[in-house]
């Protein structure tokens, strides 16, 4: 099956620092991976679409330059929290479908997460 | 906006009782899908349903699309400390086709 990755799976860092995370389509190219956040006990709330070759397209309410996206190649996305602060701690988890559309509609096989932690 | 609904929010079970969620949309859905994310891990798909009334079964696990192909329901028979976690429904935005979740259900199973 499809399988994607998330690295690192956790971090602790202070308050001021950048945290990059990465996610991998293991077994497939994925054209779009999805960025979801989700806090303790709630659902998934996308934040951005990353597309390979073009900047990402960001849900409202969610700071570009805050959150970088970086889609570098077919297998790898990147996002970066800069300048982190307490409350953007929480579980960071990507997402991608095989299927060479990306659409929205397809399956999504999502990452192991990364759970942040900013003190 | 277009909204995803799921209820209960909570659910504890005594292990060999049944359980039933349910996901309700605001708009037609071209489809819907199903994930379950243990405590502390991550979604994993669990099934797509596309036809109006259709019914899928894995197991277990029964997965029901409305007629109106506004609703689905996921019951699980007979559940089993396996079964704890939270369920996911997401359908596509009408709009946009972004994928819209729902709450999601959380299940706990006394053994």
């Known amino acids: 099956g499809a399988v994607v990755s998330q690295h690192p799976s956790r971090v602790i860092c202070k308050s001021g620092t950048s945290v990059k995370i990465e996610c991998r389509s293991l077994?497939?190219?994925?054209?779009?991976m999805f960025w979801y956040r989700q806090f303790p006990k709630q659902s998934l709330m996308l934040m951005a679409t990353?597309?390979?070759?073009?900047?990402?397209?960001?849900e409202q309410g969610v700071e570009k330059d805050k959150f970088l996206i970086n889609h570098a190649s077919l297998t790898l996305s990147t996002l970066t929290v800069t300048s982190a602060h307490p409350e953007d701690s929480s579980f960071y988890i990507c997402?991608?479908?095989?299927?060479?559309?990306?659409?929205?509609?397809?399956?999504?096989?999502f990452g192991p997460g990364t759970r942040l932690t900013v003190l | 906006g277009q909204q995803v609904m799921q209820i209960p929010q909570y659910q504890h079970v005594q292990e060999g009782e049944d359980f039933t969620t349910y996901c309700n949309s605001s708009?037609?859905?071209?489809?819907i899908q199903w994930y379950k994310q243990r405590p502390g891990g991550h979604p994993v798909f669990l099934i797509q349903?596309?036809?109006?009334?259709e019914v899928k079964k894995q197991k277990r696990l029964t997965f029901q699309f409305g007629e109106a192909k506004k609703n689905s329901s996921l019951h699980i028979t007979a559940t089993q400390t396996t079964d704890v976690g939270t369920y996911f429904c997401?359908?596509?935005?009408?709009?946009?086709?972004?994928?819209?979740f729902g709450q999601g259900t959380t299940l706990q199973v006394k053994p």
């Open positions: 990353s597309n390979e070759g073009s900047k990402a397209t960001y």
């Open positions: 077994d497939f190219q994925a054209t779009t």
């Open positions: 997402s991608a479908s095989p299927s060479s559309g990306g659409a929205f509609t397809d399956t999504q096989y």
């Open positions: 349903l596309v036809k109006s009334g």
């Open positions: 997401a359908g596509p935005s009408s709009n946009t086709g972004k994928l819209i």
């Open positions: 708009t037609t859905l071209s489809n």
